[in-house]
């Protein structure tokens, strides 16, 4: 007999307390994939996933393609019934300052109704949202399951199309929910339906052999980092517009995003002005975007009297949807070279890129997620949204598995700060994620055709 709304309300409410002694638990593992950290802490990170997927009656393997190890748990499908892949990632984003956090990023800690720490909601709360759904059900799953967690999706996924190639029909599946985005705001849920790609680059401008004496040449001498300033700042005009040609954009984006409620999440202070043209949303999720996210110079405290020879920024775009990875970087590349003054000398290479996505959300996947959403928030209509972050695999997803419906949800919410200081979850937006979930897999299981 399959379990009613009730009933698995009543078995998250249950197994809440246990699913955040677990997440938790996952949290206090500084499971960082980027070079220079200690990877003992990913391959714990992936044990204790598989630990918690064993104890949900999956057989579950750890997987490593010359990368970092994904957990792989798998449940076959009762007869004739659909089997939906649940994606996540155990890995996190390396801390930064310690110094600007609240408290220790990996000891959990509430502070009124957030949990703090590392991972907490990118994207341990994601494991933990698939294992509270899991749990709910106990031995009365009525769809097949393949839980996949990634285990270096903060660091690139380099192994993951090796993964996917390898285990494609175990993983393949009629949903496809990727528990890796967030809602519109606190009480409001949220379908994610289209995200930009991403092109990261690097620029090194060279004019001189070695450093020299700022005073014997400083004026008809350019210094590299004069030279790198003035290069960066031709990558927008004056409002603030990228300024790039022959990247894509549109505008169109249909949400309204209030420009107060965005400067307050984004920390903005006062009087720093916003740029660009148009709309909050298309701003943020079709047009495209370029920063500059460090650079490669002398820190003011040992810097000598002397004009460097050399600097490198990293610079990061963000693609609108519809554009490609490798035509935009072209452009980057071509406009870099274009622009750099005084004759310098300007070397860009490609760090990564990935591809943008959009989703045609609409039929029976789509209609059970929207319905468990409205459940789960007591009758509040989900948005369809876009993220200005990117998921570049999810394309991959697309491209191997045509015939599934891919719901992208998550945990976040737009105070959760991921990536950065003091991130947080909402643990009561969180076990309302938990009970959506679990009504999600009970209406694929009554509504979705297998394929």
Known sequence: ???????????????????????????????????????????????AVAELLRGC?????????????????????????????????????????????????????????????????????????????????????????????????EYGSESLDAIIEEFREELRSDVIVIADSGNWDIGRPALTTSLRGLVNLFAEVKVLKSAVHSGMFGGPVPDALITLARLLSTLHDESGEVAVDGLVGREGASVDYPADRFRHEAGMLDGVELIGKGSITDRIWTKPSVSVLGID?????????????????????????????????????????????????????????????????????????????????????????????SIPFIATFQQLFPQ????????????????????????????RVCVAEALLLKNVAENVSTK
């Open 1 to 47: 007999m399959s379990l009613s709304e009730t009933d698995l309300r009543a078995a998250v409410a249950r197994e809440f307390p246990g699913v955040r002694a677990d997440l938790e638990r996952l949290v206090r593992i500084p499971g960082i994939a980027f070079e220079g950290f200690d990877h003992s802490h990913v391959e714990r990170s992936a044990e």
């Open 404 to 431: 599934a419906a891919i719901l992208v949800t998550g945990v976040e919410d737009p105070h959760s700060a991921a990536h950065g200081p003091d991130e947080s979850l909402h643990l009561g937006e969180f076990e």
């Open 57 to 153: 009656g999956l057989d579950t393997q750890v997987v490593v393609r010359g990368g970092q190890p994904a957990v792989i748990g798998r449940k076959a499908a009762p007869e004739g019934a659909p089997t939906v892949l649940l994606y996540a990632h155990h890995d996190v984003q390396p801390v930064g300052d310690v110094s600007l956090w609240s408290s220790d990023p990996f000891e959990p800690v509430e502070r009124d109704g957030r949990l703090y720490g590392r991972g907490a909601a990118d994207d341990k709360a994601g494991v933990m949202a698939h294992v509270a759904a899991l749990r709910a059900f106990g031995d009365q799953l009525p769809v097949g399951v393949v839980v996949f967690v990634e285990g270096e999706e």
């Open 297 to 389: 110079a002398p820190r003011t405290f040992e810097a000598a009297n002397a004009l460097q020879p050399t600097a490198k920024a990293k610079i990061s775009v963000r693609l609108a949807p519809g554009d490609d990875p490798k035509a935009a970087y072209a452009a980057v590349r071509s406009h870099l070279e274009k622009h750099v003054p005084w004759g310098a000398q300007v070397e860009v290479t490609l760090e990564a890129d990935g591809e943008p996505c959009v989703i045609d959300a609409t039929g029976p996947a789509y209609d059970a997620a929207r319905a468990a959403f409205r459940s789960a928030w007591d009758g509040t209509d989900p948005v369809d949204m876009g993220v200005g972050g």
